[in-house]
């Protein structure tokens, strides 16, 4: 096997191992009774009620739940598509672990042009109960999803104030939308990677010009 086939292996082997980890229960444990829950029951009260703007419980607003509601939308159109039960319920979560893993890899490569510290940070969501465990990667919860988004707008902002000014524009829109974004995943929560951009963007040398222009 010469050295190009072995990374392509090795590349493979760890999103393999990845994905297994979330994947090899999935579908097995029921409905957890919490946010996973309540969410579930909201998306199939959504598309049988086609209300799309809030969640809401027999046509009146659910004001147990207040998130945002982009994340039942994707729980609406995975129902949609696998019918209404378990793995349907987790399947947004498991789509956004996988493009976190892509994410990762591909910024790996990209920027530091390493293919081990892209296969280690594959494999580092495996092995951390940070991502595999309850509330996380096994669930149909909201954090995964926020963790992609914040994960993306706080490695895009690094990229927008490493090249600036070049593709200033590009980047701050992209930026705006990937906010914009998370803060509909999860509200509040999906703004507070922000603030630490703002800190780090003041402490760099000609901080105040990224904010001011």
Same mark, same amino acid.
């Given at each position: 096997?010469?050295?190009?086939?072995?990374?392509?292996?090795?590349?493979?082997?760890?999103?393999?191992?990845?994905?297994?980890?979330?994947?090899? %229960?999935?579908?097995?444990?029921?409905?957890?009774?919490?946010? &996973?829950?309540?969410?579930? %029951?909201?998306?199939?009260?959504?598309?049988?009620?086609?209300?799309?703007?809030?969640?809401?419980?027999?046509?009146?607003?659910?004001?147990?739940?207040?998130?945002?509601?982009?994340?039942?939308?994707?729980?609406?159109?995975?129902?949609?598509?696998?019918?209404?039960?378990?793995?349907?319920? %987790?399947?947004?979560?498991?789509?956004?672990?996988?493009?976190?893993?892509?994410?990762?890899?591909?910024?790996?490569?990209?920027?530091?042009?390493?293919?081990?510290?892209?296969?280690?940070?594959?494999?580092?969501?495996?092995?951390?109960?940070?991502?595999?465990?309850?509330?996380?990667?096994?669930?149909?919860?909201?954090?995964?999803?926020?963790?992609?988004?914040?994960?993306?707008?706080?490695?895009?902002?690094?990229?927008?104030?490493? &090249?600036?000014?070049?593709?200033?524009?590009?980047?701050?829109?992209?930026?705006?939308?990937?906010?914009?974004?998370?803060?509909?995943?999860?509200?509040?929560?999906?703004?507070?990677?922000?603030?630490?951009?703002?800190?780090?963007?003041?402490?760099?040398?000609?901080?105040?010009?990224?904010?001011?222009?």
């Amino acid at each position: 096997m010469n050295q190009k086939d072995f990374k392509i292996l090795l590349i493979i082997l760890a999103f393999s191992f990845s994905l297994f980890q979330v994947l090899h %229960r999935m579908g097995e444990e029921q409905i957890k009774i919490w946010d &996973e829950s309540s969410a579930a %029951r909201n998306a199939v009260e959504m598309m049988h009620s086609e209300i799309y703007l809030y969640a809401n419980i027999e046509g009146e607003p659910d004001y147990h739940d207040v998130k945002p509601p982009l994340q039942l939308w994707l729980k609406v159109l995975s129902f949609k598509l696998l019918g209404v039960n378990e793995f349907a319920v %987790r399947f947004p979560t498991l789509i956004s672990y996988f493009l976190l893993l892509l994410l990762m890899y591909f910024f790996a490569i990209k920027y530091f042009q390493s293919i081990k510290l892209g296969v280690l940070l594959v494999l580092f969501p495996a092995v951390s109960l940070g991502f595999v465990n309850y509330h996380m990667a096994w669930h149909g919860d909201t954090d995964i999803l926020l963790t992609l988004s914040t994960t993306l707008y706080i490695l895009i902002a690094f990229l927008f104030i490493q &090249e600036f000014p070049q593709k200033k524009l590009k980047y701050a829109i992209t930026l705006a939308i990937l906010v914009f974004t998370s803060y509909f995943i999860k509200s509040i929560a999906g703004l507070a990677p922000a603030f630490g951009i703002v800190i780090y963007i003041i402490i760099k040398k000609s901080g105040l010009l990224y904010l001011i222009i």
